[in-house]
């Protein structure tokens, strides 16, 4: 249940971007707009879609990738920052920057 209203947060903090819809995947839930693939939500935390220049930001506050289980990691998803997820301006500047990169096969590791 705290996972979903998690969720109901998530999206109504990205409402002004338009179009954002989740799916479940990962155990939780895969964030979408027109059809890009950009975030996850799994366990109460966030994450959006990075590359090298973008990530640096998520390091540099002790960001960490995500990680849906012991052996697997997915490295071009990094947790938003809480302040990040409870400012709605810039969780829609931070998920505008992740929905501007390329589509890219995940890597997991």
Request: cysteine-free; aromatic content about 12%.
């Amino acid at each position: 249940m705290k996972e979903d209203s998690f969720k109901e947060f998530v999206l109504d903090q990205l409402r002004p971007l338009g179009g954002v819809e989740a799916r479940r995947m990962f155990g939780g839930h895969g964030l979408y707009r027109g059809g890009k693939f950009f975030g996850i939500i799994f366990q109460g935390r966030l994450y959006f879609k990075t590359n090298e220049t973008t990530r640096t930001e998520y390091e540099r506050r002790g960001m960490k990738p995500f990680r849906p289980s012991a052996k697997q990691t997915l490295k071009n998803y990094f947790e938003v920052p809480a302040d990040i997820v409870e400012d709605a301006g810039e969780l829609a500047a931070w998920a505008h920057h992740a929905l501007e990169l390329p589509s890219a096969k995940i890597s997991a590791k």
